[in-house]
């Protein structure tokens, strides 16, 4: 990762999968019309092809309707969102696509496809949700974790969570990025589990036990991201205030954080799975065809830097 250039915006991001595109996407239950959206917007992009499964009626009545031109995309007629599922995975696994987006179907059946043991993607990593987020005048990306799978991680799983979410900031160029764990104090409460384990991941990161990274806290959200509010605090840690990844105690901290931007800052966001053998397209079905389209460049930056592994 010597002399990478940090990518920092979204557009960035488009510009940079442009170049290490395009890969094939496997669009499971692709009856969606922002799913359609945004692998059509890839495809014109050349970041990414798609193979789209599903009910294919379902499909082309939705292009249709809405002036989508999709001729050039290979469909695959499953009816059954389980088996649609399944055999997006299958077009992974056996190498006829690169990346899984999940479509107009339940995030809990597509991931029971992903670790069905027979497809052979799974891992034994914890598979983890990372969000990517450009948010108004930050002058970085913030890549927050988890946001969409792990309800409670204990201690061990946050260790894989920081170790997926480093993966996907080195995709984007930060070979070293910092590590916040977040919590609701900056201090250690022993009543407060999330500052035990944040205290542990720290003596993890300066014992080499977790590594790629810097890892500080506890923090409470204000002094990880505003240099002004850590001062404030007396915080002097290095992490405080300029904090690339934020690591979430809870699913509940992770997915409000991950919707104010989306609804209140009015940020631009994406969503991948990692810790599988292939990315996984991620959003909430209430995330825009722009979120799914930054979404796919992401897994493209991801399935590529696979490749050269």
């Keep these: ?19 290490k595109g395009p890969k094939t996407i496997a669009v499971a239950v692709a009856q969606d019309l922002e799913v359609l959206l945004a692998v059509k917007n890839a495809k014109e992009l050349g970041i990414a092809d798609a193979i789209l499964v599903g009910d294919s009626a379902a499909i082309r009545r939705i292009a249709q309707e809405n002036q989508l031109a999709i001729e050039s995309f290979r469909l695959v007629d499953v009816k059954d969102n389980v088996e649609a599922c399944r055999t997006a995975v299958k077009l992974v696994a056996e190498d006829e696509a690169q990346v899984v987006m ?52 204990d201690l061990a799983d946050k260790k894989q969570i920081i ?22 104090v900056e201090k250690v409460n022993p009543k407060m589990q999330a500052t035990l384990d944040a ?15 810097v890892v500080a806290g506890p923090f409470a959200l204000d002094n990880a991201v505003s240099i002004e509010a850590a001062k404030h605090k007396g915080i002097t840690d290095p992490v405080a ?36 053998k292939a990315p ?30």
């Design 163 to 184: 170790e997926n979410v480093v993966r996907v900031a080195n995709a984007l160029g930060n070979a070293n990025p910092k590590v916040a764990c977040v919590c609701a």
């Design 241 to 276: 205030g300029n904090a690339d990844i934020l690591l979430m105690p809870s699913i509940e901290a992770g997915n409000m954080l991950y919707k104010s931007i989306v609804f209140f800052a009015k940020g631009k966001i994406a969503g991948i799975v990692v810790g599988a």
């Design 102 to 153: 999940k479509g107009l179907i339940d995030t809990s059946v597509l991931l029971k496809a992903v670790l069905d043991k027979e497809f052979g993607l799974r891992t034994e990593n914890v598979l983890s949700h990372v969000a990517v987020a450009d948010v108004g005048d930050y002058d970085r990306l913030f890549y927050i974790s988890d946001a969409a799978m792990n309800i409670a991680p």
């Design 280 to 309: 996984i397209v991620l959003t909430s079905r209430a995330d825009s065809d722009i979120a799914k389209l930054n979404s796919i460049a992401i897994g493209i930056l991801l399935a590529s830097k696979n490749e050269a592994v």
């Design 199 to 213: 205290t542990e991941l720290v003596k993890m990161n300066q014992a080499g036990e977790l590594t790629g990274c």
């Design 1 to 19: 990762m010597r002399g990478a250039v940090v990518i920092k915006k979204f557009e960035e991001i488009i510009k940079t999968a442009q170049v």
